[in-house]
């Protein structure tokens, strides 16, 4: 599996405040905002063989910063990951290349450490774009996938505690081809299956797309906050 082409670009805002007991070793609270936006286009590419069945993720080390730093005593500041991937199988020897784009404008966050009937999140609208080759006959499956972790780091007493709260927003694109023709297709917008549902001579194609956004607070709790899922294909073409 080979990313013949990356273009992810983030916008992060953070804002809240933090309020720790050193005499009772006790949080007692902890209340912040994320504002985020995403743009992530991704070309992918893999050359598999019969049988084939792996999944691929490329990381970059994540990028950290700390607001405030006093050693041994408290360590606060935004932390970013970024990762590209998919998910591949395939029935027979195949050349697979998918393109796909997501953008998200105005994600953002409210996370109550304490109180997670506090936390919530609004905005996350995806737009997306997807497109799809397969060189031969074969049933295929490749999955694409984007994740963004963003968190606020709090290490304190050098770890002994950590308060370290964020989320991942996963966009994905589930893509099945049952390829008895060469061929490629666009997957954007493309709706409607065939009475018989036959695709014996063509491209069968069941594609879909899902975005999820996970909270995560180190010490307390991990929740979903928010899941979204649209159909972009389920159609034969027949030739």
Known sequence: MAADSADLNAELTFS????????????EELKFDIDAALDASVTLSASVGAGYNNTFTYAPPALSYSFVNVPGILSLGPAVTLAI?????????????T???????????HVDALDEASSSTSGWVPTYNAAANVSTSAKVNINPFVSLTVELAIDILGGLVDLSSGVTAKPTF?????FTAAGGVDLTGVGGL?????????LAI???FEFEVDLFVTEFYSTKLYEFKAEIANVCYAF
């Open 206 to 208: 069941q594609s879909d």
């Open 16 to 27: 809240g405040y933090l309020k720790y007991s050193f005499l009772l070793f006790k949080l």
């Open 99 to 109: 393109t796909f784009s997501v953008n998200l404008a105005d994600g953002n966050v």
């Open 194 to 202: 065939n009475s018989s549902g036959d695709c014996s001579q063509g």
């Open 174 to 178: 589930n893509n099945e081809f049952l």
């Open 85 to 97: 991937g998919a998910q591949v199988a395939a029935s027979a020897a195949v050349d697979v290349t």
